[in-house]
């Protein structure tokens, strides 16, 4: 494969070779380039020599463990598109997966279109749209996209904000829209491309979460305020203001 070609190049970490088989087939028929290896430690390294823009992970590999795969290659790789595959389907798992850093889940067995749509989904993600700008900057905070970083700055000192995927995705979708409230589905849209949908008691755990790192990094300043009946909105204020 020539990772230099304008066709994406989606990797396939699976140890089943069958269905690596065949979603490499559905995925090339897409127009789409494929490469596929067994193990997490082959797939380490065509990440290293292939830069693909979207890989497919499955959760249980012979020589690793795909969740803790995951948060290493996020880590790494800030701007890399991650999907997970596992038989694990249920709600806990698919919100450890995001929490570490996937930015979709797909349990098995999987219809081969919802496949498709997602994979469709993360591609458009990953490069990009007309809304997308490299950093978005705002008095005291500046959010980096293509680092996936949050600084704040304080009394002339810069912090990174540690925040898990979910949490960097809720502030990307509020800082998008400054002063227009957002809804838990809305909200929910941004976080995850695929069908799956968090409940909103979910949510709000989730803004809770970004709401108090960010007042413990930032003290006596709030960047997210709740509009009754309506939801969140990210509101850009002085720092102390």
Known sequence: MNPSSTQALVLIVDDDAELAGMVGELLGREGWQV???LTGGDGLRAIERLHPELVLLDVMLPDANGYEL?????????????????????????????????????????EPRELVARVRALLRRSRGGPRDTPVLRFPGLLIDLMQRE????????????PLTSVEFKLLLALARSPG??????QLSDEVQAGSYRPQDRTVDVQVARLRRKLR??????????TV???????VPRKPGG
Not at 70 to 92: D, E, K, S, V, Y
Not at 150 to 161: G, I, M, N, Y
Not at 218 to 223: A, D, K, N
Request: one cysteine or more; aromatic letters at 8%; hydrophobic letters at 40%.
């Open 70 to 110: 995951c948060r290493q290659w996020r880590g790494r790789w800030p701007a890399l598109g991650l999907l997970m595959l596992t038989a694990r389907g249920t709600p806990i798992d698919r919100v450890l997966g995001l929490e570490i850093g996937a930015d979709d889940y797909l349990a098995k067995p999987f």
């Open 35 to 37: 490469h596929s290896v």
């Open 228 to 234: 009754r009946g309506e939801g969140y909105v990210f």
């Open 216 to 225: 413990e990094a930032s003290p006596g300043t709030e960047w997210i305020d």
């Open 150 to 161: 949050v600084r704040l700055t304080a009394a002339d000192q810069e912090q990174v904000l």
């Open 180 to 185: 227009q409230p957002r809804n838990r589905d």
